[in-house]
């Protein structure tokens, strides 16, 4: 494992801040109206569409990107178009515990990088980070994919064991561990979605992001032995 990192790099729903938040929830319904008004669904019917795409392409928006016509632009600014003050507010410990990393910090979402800004303003930790990286930025590959990271990486001018990838998708984290990134894992639902994940993919499991500090600073003093 390198002990010479450069980059902390965070991904951003479900990761610095919880699931109970509703973000994602409420993410995932504006994708449900989404598909009912542009492909002509019920409601049923759209949430069966969308455990195929997952299934085969990862994301929704894979899916639709495979075999509609989408406006992927005006799709991506709908589902996250959510009054985001609503569901997260400040949160003063994770801005300590940021302050604390001495690594430069990225958010990289599969989500719009608007998005990742409008969060991290909510959470009170905007100028913790010099950089955000969406899908967008990686040709709308998602994080399943090989080629998103190595989209990724150059937009810092890092390789992969310079950095730090903190997850909350055990799968997600796969590729980043084929470019030789050192894994967290965010595990606040023990072990959910690790089935099929090796083990070899996942260098820490914490059950919080306010934890990721600590592991941060093991490794560093480890690269000063």
């Not at 991904?11 to 008004?37: F, K």
Request: with cysteine.
């Amino acid at each position: 494992m390198s002990t010479s990192f450069e980059f902390i790099i965070f991904d951003l729903d479900n990761t610095l801040y919880p699931p109970t938040s509703g973000v994602m929830a409420e993410i995932g319904r504006r994708i449900q109206v989404w598909m009912c008004d542009e492909l002509d669904l019920s409601w049923e019917e759209a949430m069966n569409l969308r455990r195929q795409y997952l299934r085969r392409y990862g994301t929704t928006m894979g899916g639709l990107m495979a075999e509609h016509d989408v406006n992927v632009a005006r799709y991506l600014h709908f589902v996250h178009d959510i009054p985001i003050e609503d569901y997260l507010e400040p949160n003063p410990m994770l801005a300590e515990m940021l302050a604390g990393i001495q690594l430069r910090k990225v958010v990289y979402t599969n989500a719009t990088s608007d998005h990742g800004r409008r969060v991290l303003r909510a959470l009170g930790v905007e100028e913790q980070f010099e950089r955000i990286i969406g899908i967008q930025e990686v040709g709308l590959r998602n994080k399943l994919s090989l080629e998103a990271y190595e989209r990724m990486l150059p937009l810092l001018g890092a390789e992969g064991e310079a950095c730090i990838m903190v997850e909350d998708s055990p799968p997600n984290l796969r590729p980043a561990k084929v470019l030789e990134m050192t894994t967290i894992l965010i595990d606040a639902e023990e072990g959910k979605g690790l089935i099929g994940v090796p083990e070899r993919c996942i260098d820490f499991a914490v059950d919080s992001v306010l934890e990721v500090g600590t592991v941060v600073d093991r490794l560093l003093d480890d690269g000063e032995e």
